[in-house]
């Protein structure tokens, strides 16, 4: 999808959960690079990720 197909509907951006809390998280442009590594929706999430062993 180029810039010029996006017309502020989110809908059709990829999504997926937030490993920790389940939230549904939508594709930012800030994530484009590294997509398939994001895991946490939030800072706070990411904070509270479960350690091995627990």
Known sequence: ?????????KSHLPS???TV???PMSWRK???KNWE???YCSE??????KQPGQ
């Open 30 to 32: 800030a994530w484009a």
């Open 16 to 18: 997926k959960p937030c």
């Open 44 to 49: 706070a999430c990411r904070r509270n990720k």
């Open 37 to 39: 590594q994001v895991l």
């Open 21 to 23: 809390c389940g939230r």
């Open 1 to 9: 999808m180029s810039r010029q197909d996006f017309k502020g509907n």
